[in-house]
């Protein structure tokens, strides 16, 4: 059973810095990319960053580069989001999903692995 567990989140003032995890079982971690998706409520997910599977290449959102870094530890089966500069415009729900979210239709973004979330929250 794949399972993607977040932590991590919390409250923090803008400027301010986070690190998120997500462990993640149940499949082969190493085979593939992997995503970062938040959420605000009443909004659809958006996407904010994608990692290779051996974690050479990222992918970022335009509104999160410089500020979000992406990275995995394959041996660990986790992966990560370090967030500084963090902005009130930040604050969401953080989702990893298992896959390149950019290349998903519709159906298999909504039916796809992701975890129950970390809440990051940004006060001004």
């Known amino acids: 059973e794949v399972q993607l567990v977040e932590s991590g989140g919390g409250l923090v003032q803008s400027g301010g810095s986070l690190r998120l995890s997500c462990e993640a079982s149940?499949?082969?971690?190493?085979?593939?990319?992997m995503t970062w998706v938040r959420q605000v409520p009443g909004k659809d997910l958006e996407w904010v960053s994608t990692?290779?599977?051996?974690?050479?290449?990222?992918y970022y959102t335009d509104s999160v580069k410089g500020r979000f870094t992406i990275s995995r530890d394959n041996a660990k089966n986790t992966l990560y989001l370090q967030l500084n500069s963090l902005r009130t415009a930040d604050t969401a729900m953080y989702f990893c999903?298992?896959?390149?979210?950019?290349?998903?239709?519709?159906?298999?973004?909504?039916?796809?692995?992701r975890g129950q979330g970390t809440q990051v929250t940004v006060s001004s």
């Open positions: 999903f298992q896959g390149d979210w950019r290349y998903l239709n519709d159906d298999a973004r909504r039916s796809g692995y």
């Open positions: 149940g499949f082969r971690f190493s085979y593939y990319y």
């Open positions: 990692i290779s599977s051996g974690g050479r290449t990222t």
